[in-house]
């Protein structure tokens, strides 16, 4: 069997070795084609950045029930969560902003919590105190909390931030109502992107809201303060002996009250005769409510209380003592204890 074999020539080729011009083509026509699909594998890559997401769920902010009456500062938190997803290692910026809530405000540290034309005044914070406010809402005074998160392996990362509120003492005159706020909306969102925080809030351009309320309750509440009541000295009680001391009742604003005096430490049934005594003598004495020491002041609601309504301010109460003309005891120091009581 005869067998053809190409003829090589020194330092030439085959014609096997030549290159066919349609089989280059082809080949060009291949890479091309793979090149392209390297690209369009490309931007599918920058389709899925694209599609990364951000969530923000907020926490209710309840303060415990606070007395205004105390003037002093009650803080609650709440917890503010960032979760997002997307390419692993991917790094994400995130700015949550808080607006002024459906009570209004006039800066990030003045928002109110209201129950009808009723307003309590508190702010919102951020770790360290800081005012947290919106970087859209101009008349907050106050940035945005921004921080950037860095998703795992898996392509996920979350991130918790504690907001602190504060309802501000010296609010004596609020009325005893449920207040609150709602955030909703613009007013509570984040902006989030594939750059950090750190360039600007207003370069994060996806977003996502959601809704909390931030509540309190301010309950009816009374307090009293007593003074002495000193009748001084006498050498004999032959005629009366009168003076006035007071006590002070505050109350939250519109609540009513009833003040009573107990029957002190001889438990005298008629407020007009009570005793202050010395081991097993006494002197005989009288607490009132008019300075002509006609109207007792005793315990028995409706009788012999003394009526009132708070403002929320002190509201000073005087009460008048009298030391009716008796037999003198013995000379020393007499004394009685009288427990006041404000019912509301």
Same mark, same amino acid.
């Given at each position: 069997m005869q067998r053809a074999f190409p003829l090589r020539?020194?330092?030439?080729?085959?014609d096997h070795d030549r290159a066919d011009p349609m089989s280059i083509r082809s080949l060009l026509c291949r890479m091309m084609a793979c090149a392209a699909l390297i690209l369009a594998g490309m931007f599918t890559t920058a389709g899925h950045v694209a599609a990364q997401s951000c969530t923000l769920s907020v926490t209710p902010m309840i303060f415990n029930p606070i007395d205004v009456t105390a003037n002093a500062q009650v803080d609650a938190t709440a917890t503010a969560t960032v979760n997002c997803s997307g390419l692993p290692l991917q790094l994400v910026g995130v700015c949550i902003d808080l607006g002024p809530g459906s009570g209004g405000a006039t800066d990030a540290t003045s928002r109110f919590m209201v129950n009808g034309a009723q307003q309590l005044r508190y702010g919102l914070y951020s770790t360290g105190m800081v005012p947290w406010g919106s970087s859209t809402w101009a008349g907050g005074a106050a940035n945005p909390v921004g921080f950037n998160i860095t998703l795992s392996l898996g392509g996920t990362g979350s991130r918790a931030e504690i907001i602190t509120g504060r309802v501000y003492g010296g609010q004596p005159t609020v009325a005893p109502l449920a207040y609150a706020s709602t955030f909703t909306g613009l007013e509570a969102r984040i902006r989030y992107g594939l750059l950090s925080?750190?360039?600007?809030?207003n370069l994060l351009t996806s977003s996502q809201t959601t809704t909390f309320t931030v509540t309190a309750n301010v309950p009816p509440t009374c307090r009293v303060t007593t003074n002495l009541l000193d009748f001084g000295s006498a050498g004999i009680l032959g005629s009366a002996r009168d003076v006035a001391s007071n006590l002070t009742p505050t109350c939250t604003n519109g609540t009513a009250y009833q003040v009573g005096l107990d029957g002190g430490l001889t438990g005298a049934t008629n407020p /007009?005769?009570?005793r202050m005594a010395k081991g097993a003598e006494f002197v005989t004495y009288g607490l009132y409510r008019d300075g002509s020491r006609t109207l007792p002041?005793?315990?028995? /609601?409706?009788?012999?209380?003394?009526a009132g309504t708070g403002t929320g301010l002190a509201q000073a109460v005087t009460i008048h003592g009298r030391v009716p003309s008796q037999t003198t005891p013995s000379p020393g120091l007499y004394t009685d204890t009288i427990v006041a009581t404000v019912v509301y």
């Open positions: 020539t020194p330092g030439g080729s085959s925080f750190l360039l600007g809030c /007009a005769q009570r002041f005793g315990s028995t /609601a409706g009788v012999d209380t003394l």
